[in-house]
């Protein structure tokens, strides 16, 4: 039997005697990933401890007959197993075995003095494929020298029984004697910046890497004690899909002193600065992939950044992605609601439930089965309580802090970081939380599918091919969303306006000129709040208003609409609402609204413009109803006349997130007839080389300036249209509802064409 084993002779198979931690450790090293080097006591050593001593008939006694669910108790005998543990003196022949091995990691990173270590727990069952023990064992920081390494290894073996950890094992069926511990010895990253980094979204499964990071080591992150910088990397575009910064306000780092690791408040300076750059992104996405590949399967790691390296510290399979479904994704459609808080969706899923305060562990008793836990952050200890809970309410913490691992896979709903939940939030209220938006509502609101007959409940979403070019959907009314959705389209590229505005009856104009502005606002917001809530988190482009004249004049209060000989050339789109700003001030009043609902998955674009001064003056008014472009929403335009198109660079120098093609305006404007007249009709052809040049052309320039291409015209089912497009590299295709799988099976087949023709290339030049 070996007492120690380096990373180097260790691999994922190894963790019956390393612990999960400890065989992955090995895994990563041997694999190439920068891992700081060390050691694992191995658990057949903790095993001879505990025997060779005769303390293990006395953990078994204490273990016999306990309450899990008595609190008290618990603690009290986990108390008793711990000290009994740390006070019981390893054996001579153990001791001299990890003697050896920490002088030896000494000269494998050529210290003169004792090399400072992190020791860290490694369960047998711990950081498995079908369990997480997330935060059930102690990790200790910045130690040196060999009587503080042999001290904190007994501490780590003792903390085998946390209450936590007794609980959890309990709770999960694990049988307490035939559940080892290895200690992993690791050379310490004195870390500047460090977090977590999830390989794929561990609450939708999406291909986007989730990275969390906050200055200082990365036990703030893990613990929740910060609320760190979060980013979402799209792997499939290769891109920064979004950053948020943070206030963080506390760090941990080591005390240049005494050495040992100490909480301390952020410098100013630094509270809310990105802690993440452009290298450290890259650097760390780079190693993602690798080891998600490695690993062939979705992983949930720790890192840490040292003068401006990145070194892997941990890698666990992510245990949470097999509990995804329509059920837990549900989140809250009521147009009437009291929004008390915003935070981050940790763990999805909406629920009501009593809000109960715990300030400290004492208080863990007063959570009764469906209550919603409110915390300043969740520690481990709080498992027991977590169990009970119907959700749980964090002010700190990020969407991989402790709150959010044990919410997911406890399968309820998760708010983190909302900075004031303990404060704001009365005892006793009653709430509603929707996980997946991070919100916190007033009061007991029924779900929309709840509420719904069965003929009506949403559809599950089709398990669409994978495809690099997204394929979405056109929307035309509201109704039509849960269908458009169950195509499993990966957003709405059109939403239009006209049917939502005309659908009353009213001209919209008439609700500004007789004071109901009110009114036509509740409209836009009811119509919207039906797409963007099926679709939730998939982007709504929102195209405003683009009714021509003739579709006014049936309505009330459209007697006075002038009468234009083609109206398909007159007075609609930008020009319309550039003239009629009220009308556009009140879409624009209404997409804020929801914004502050939490429906931050919103697009605004603009139809018919001809000049990046429609567009400039567009944003003044978004920005005078508080709606800030680029900033709170993203900004776009449709290409759809070919003034547009031959200047694009200069709508993109005023500010462009996306653009999408009109194809059937287009088509008409660039060979001159309308499309409407049957006796042109023949000549109508969305393939036209004059149409397709202006089209390439501006796909090209915009993939120079970063700015995202979509086309949502009729060109947009036609195959051998969608053909020239996707080998032009355009971001998205959005199709009708009907066509979305025809589109998709289409897109994928494209897409694996191009990727054998570059094989090919490759083979041959080789």
């Known amino acids: 039997?070996?007492?120690?084993?380096?990373?180097?002779?260790?691999?994922?198979?190894?963790?019956?005697?390393?612990?999960?931690?400890?065989?992955?450790?090995?895994?990563?090293?041997?694999?190439?990933?920068?891992?700081?080097?060390?050691f694992v006591i191995t658990s057949e050593t903790y095993r001879k401890f505990i025997t060779d001593t005769g303390i293990v008939d006395e953990i078994n006694n204490m273990l016999a007959n306990l309450d899990i669910n008595d609190t008290p108790q618990l603690q009290k005998v986990s108390n008793d197993i711990?000290?009994?543990?740390?006070?019981?003196?390893?054996?001579?022949?153990?001791?001299?075995?990890?003697?050896?091995?920490?002088?030896?990691?000494?000269?494998?990173?050529?210290l003169e003095d004792d090399v400072v270590v992190a020791i860290r727990s490694s369960a047998t069952a711990e950081d498995l494929p079908d369990a997480s023990f997330a935060g059930q064992q102690e990790t200790y920081l910045n130690i040196s020298g060999i009587d503080d390494v042999l001290l904190n290894v007994r501490?780590?073996?003792?903390?085998?029984?946390?209450?936590?950890?007794?609980?959890?094992?309990?709770?999960?069926?694990?049988?307490?004697?035939?559940?080892?511990?290895?200690?992993?010895?690791?050379?310490?990253?004195?870390?500047?910046?460090?977090?977590?980094?999830?390989?794929?979204?561990?609450?939708?499964?999406?291909?986007?890497?989730?990275?969390?990071?906050?200055?200082?080591?990365?036990?703030?992150?893990?613990?929740?004690?910060?609320?760190?910088?979060?980013?979402?990397?799209?792997?499939?575009?290769?891109?920064?899909?979004?950053?948020?910064?943070?206030?963080?306000?506390?760090?941990?780092?080591?005390?240049?002193?005494?050495?040992?690791t100490e909480q301390v408040d952020v410098p100013e300076d630094l509270r809310d600065k990105q802690v993440l750059n452009d290298t450290d992104l890259e650097q760390l996405t780079t190693l993602g992939r690798r080891i998600q590949k490695h690993y062939n399967a979705p992983m949930d790691t720790e890192w840490g950044i040292e003068n401006g390296k990145v070194y892997m510290l941990q890698a666990r399979p992510i245990t949470t992605l097999d509990d995804i479904s329509e059920d837990n994704q549900e989140s809250l459609d009521e147009s009437e609601r009291v929004i008390l808080l915003k935070g981050l969706g940790a763990s999805p899923g909406l629920i009501s439930g009593?809000?109960?305060?715990?300030?400290?562990?004492?208080?863990?008793?007063?959570?009764?089965?469906?209550?919603?836990?409110?915390?300043?952050?969740t520690t481990p200890d709080m498992v027991p309580a977590m169990k009970r809970a119907n959700g749980i309410v964090t002010d700190e913490g990020g969407v991989t802090c402790h709150a959010a691992i044990i919410s997911r896979e406890l399968g309820i709903p998760c708010v983190s970081g909302t900075g004031e939940a303990t404060k704001t939030l009365k005892e006793n209220t009653k709430v509603t939380i929707d996980g997946k938006k991070g919100l916190v509502f007033e009061g007991?609101?029924?779900?929309?599918?709840?509420?719904?007959?069965?003929?009506?409940?949403?559809?599950?979403?089709?398990?669409?091919?994978?495809?690099?070019?997204?394929?979405?959907?056109?929307?035309?009314?509201?109704?039509?969303?849960?269908?458009?959705?169950?195509?499993?389209?990966?957003?709405?590229?059109?939403l239009r306006t006209e049917h939502m505005m005309l659908a009353s009856g009213v001209h919209p104009y008439k609700f500004i000129e007789e004071g109901r502005e009110d009114e036509l606002i509740k409209t836009l917001v009811d119509g919207v709040l039906k797409v963007v809530d099926v679709f939730y988190p998939k982007t709504v482009w929102y195209r405003t208003l683009d009714a021509p004249t003739d579709e006014f004049k049936t309505l009330d209060g459209g007697q006075d609409e002038p009468e234009e000989a083609?109206?398909?050339?007159?007075?609609?789109g930008i020009r319309r609402e550039l003239d009629?700003?009220?009308?556009?001030?009140?879409?624009?009043?209404?997409?804020?609204?929801?914004?502050?609902?939490?429906?931050?998955?919103?697009?605004?674009?603009?139809?018919?413009?001809?000049?990046?001064?429609?567009?400039?003056?567009?944003?003044?008014?978004?920005?005078?109803?508080?709606?800030?472009?680029?900033?709170?929403?993203?900004?776009g335009m449709m290409v759809e006349t070919p003034a547009s198109a031959?200047?694009?660079?200069?709508?993109?120098?005023?500010?462009?997130?996306?653009?999408?093609?009109?194809?059937?305006?287009?088509?008409?404007?660039?060979?001159?007839?309308?499309?409407?007249?049957?006796?042109?009709?023949?000549?109508?052809?969305?393939?036209?080389?004059?149409?397709?040049?202006?089209?390439?052309?501006?796909?090209?320039k915009c993939r120079e300036a970063g700015v995202t291409t979509s086309i949502c015209g009729q060109a947009g089912s036609k195959p051998e249209i969608v053909e020239k497009l996707v080998k032009a590299g355009i971001d998205s295709v959005s199709a009708n509802t009907d066509a979305v799988p025809t589109i998709r099976k289409l897109v994928a087949k494209i897409e694996k064409q191009i990727m054998l023709d570059a094989a090919r290339k490759t083979l041959y030049e080789d």
Not at 84 to 99: A, F, K
Not at 354 to 377: A, Q
């Open 646 to 700: 031959i200047i694009i660079e200069d709508f993109i120098d005023e500010g462009l997130d996306f653009i999408s093609f009109g194809t059937n305006d287009l088509t008409q404007y660039t060979l001159a007839l309308d499309r409407n007249n049957e006796l042109v009709a023949p000549a109508y052809n969305e393939g036209h080389p004059a149409v397709l040049k202006l089209i390439m052309d501006v796909i090209k």
């Open 354 to 377: 009593t809000v109960k305060i715990v300030s400290n562990l004492d208080e863990l008793d007063k959570i009764l089965d469906g209550d919603i836990l409110v915390t300043t952050m």
């Open 580 to 635: 009629q700003k009220e009308l556009l001030k009140a879409e624009f009043k209404a997409i804020k609204k929801l914004h502050e609902q939490g429906y931050t998955n919103i697009g605004i674009m603009l139809p018919l413009l001809n000049s990046p001064s429609e567009l400039h003056e567009a944003k003044e008014i978004a920005k005078s109803v508080g709606l800030i472009p680029h900033q709170d929403i993203e900004f």
């Open 82 to 110: 711990k000290n009994l543990i740390t006070n019981t003196d390893i054996p001579e022949g153990i001791q001299r075995v990890i003697i050896e091995a920490y002088n030896k990691l000494n000269l494998d990173v050529g």
């Open 444 to 494: 007991v609101i029924e779900s929309q599918e709840s509420s719904e007959s069965s003929e009506q409940q949403v559809v599950s979403a089709a398990a669409p091919l994978v495809t690099v070019t997204d394929v979405k959907v056109n929307v035309s009314m509201a109704e039509a969303a849960q269908k458009a959705y169950a195509t499993g389209a990966d957003g709405v590229g059109l």
């Open 155 to 260: 501490k780590c073996w003792a903390s085998l029984f946390e209450a936590r950890a007794i609980f959890y094992r309990a709770e999960n069926d694990f049988d307490h004697s035939q559940v080892l511990i290895a200690v992993v010895v690791q050379q310490m990253v004195n870390s500047e910046k460090a977090g977590v980094m999830f390989t794929v979204d561990p609450s939708t499964g999406a291909e986007e890497m989730l990275i969390e990071g906050a200055w200082g080591l990365g036990e703030g992150v893990v613990s929740g004690t910060v609320t760190p910088d979060t980013c979402r990397y799209d792997k499939v575009n290769d891109e920064v899909k979004s950053y948020k910064i943070n206030t963080k306000k506390t760090m941990f780092t080591k005390n240049p002193d005494t050495g040992a």
């Open 1 to 38: 039997m070996n007492f120690v084993e380096f990373f180097k002779q260790l691999g994922k198979e190894d963790i019956p005697i390393a612990g999960g931690k400890g065989a992955n450790l090995g895994e990563l090293t041997n694999a190439g990933i920068p891992v700081p080097p060390g």
């Open 566 to 572: 083609n109206p398909m050339l007159g007075w609609r």
